[in-house]
């Protein structure tokens, strides 16, 4: 699985940022998509992700501001952000994991893309 992550940039405070993820090769074994993001001199940290045909989730701090969702062939996610703000400067990537193994040996395989960066400017 490969991810191409896409469309960060420089935004004023309040404003809006469509991220783009295209996967491509053995996509069809992917059970999760997800965005993390990691500001400087942070961890890595989970923004918002979903389970194929099942739920979603989002990170407390950007619950009703971004929005993560799938085109209709699947091979694309994007990260909608909404009234962004100076704690949301990171660098974003997009994550897709498949599972190795059978039944209760399944081992998470992650892919991650390359990263985008997003700065928020007040």
């Known amino acids: 699985v490969q991810l191409q992550a896409s469309g960060g940039g420089l935004v004023q405070a309040g404003g809006s940022l469509r991220l783009s993820c295209a996967a491509s090769g053995s996509t069809g074994n992917i059970n999760t998509f997800a965005w993390y993001r990691q500001a400087p001199g942070k961890q890595r940290g989970f923004v918002a992700g979903f389970i194929i045909g099942g739920s979603t989730h989002y990170a407390d701090s950007v619950k009703g501001r971004f929005t993560i969702s799938r085109d209709n062939a699947g091979n694309t996610i994007y990260l909608q952000m909404n009234s962004l703000k100076l704690e949301d400067t990171a660098v974003y990537y997009c994550?897709?994991?498949?599972?190795?193994?059978?039944?209760?040996?399944?081992?998470?395989?992650?892919?991650w893309g390359q990263g985008t960066l997003v700065t928020v400017s007040s």
């Open positions: 994550n897709a994991r498949t599972f190795s193994g059978e039944g209760l040996d399944l081992i998470p395989v992650d892919y």
